[in-house]
Nanobody, 114 residues
Framework: QVQFVESGGGLVQPGGSLKLSCAAS????????MGWYRQAPGKQRELVAA???????SYVDSVKGRFTISRDNAKNTVYLQMTSLKPEDTAVYYC????????WGQGTQVTVSS
C-alpha cells in the first residue's frame, strides 16, 4: 500500500523559512517523479514543485527562486525547502507522484502570518 507522510509545517512570519519532508512507502521510490502540492482554503490543489527520476526540477512561477525541491532515494524521502515565505503560501502541503496516481497523505499545514 502506497503511503506518504508529510511533516515540517508550522506557523512562520513573512520572510521566514521552513523545510518540509515527505516519507514514502509502498513504492519503488527511486523510479518515480515526485511532487509537492498545496491546497489553500477555497482553492484547488496545485502542483508547486516536481523532481524527476534523474533529478531535474520544475516549479510553478509563484515559487520560483524561493522554493527548492530535493530527494533522497536512500531514505525514500522528498523535501521542500521554502524561503522568503509569503502569506499567500499559506496552505496544506502534500507530496505525491505526478505519474503514480496514488492516494493522498494527511498533509502538513503551513501558515505564513505576522
Amino acid at each position: 500500500q502506497v503511503q506518504f507522510v508529510e511533516s515540517g509545517g508550522g506557523l512562520v512570519q513573512p520572510g521566514g523559512s521552513l523545510k518540509l519532508s515527505c516519507a514514502a512507502s509502498g513504492i519503488g521510490f527511486s523510479f518515480y517523479a515526485m511532487g509537492w502540492y498545496r491546497q489553500a482554503p477555497g482553492k484547488q490543489r496545485e502542483l508547486v514543485a516536481a523532481i524527476a527520476v534523474g533529478g531535474s526540477t520544475s516549479y510553478v512561477d509563484s515559487v520560483k527562486g524561493r522554493f527548492t525541491i530535493s530527494r533522497d532515494n536512500a531514505k525514500n524521502t522528498v523535501y521542500l525547502q521554502m524561503t522568503s515565505l509569503k502569506p499567500e503560501d499559506t496552505a496544506v502541503y502534500y507530496c505525491n507522484s505526478p505519474t503514480l496516481g496514488a492516494g493522498w497523505g494527511q498533509g502538513t499545514q503551513v501558515t505564513v502570518s505576522s
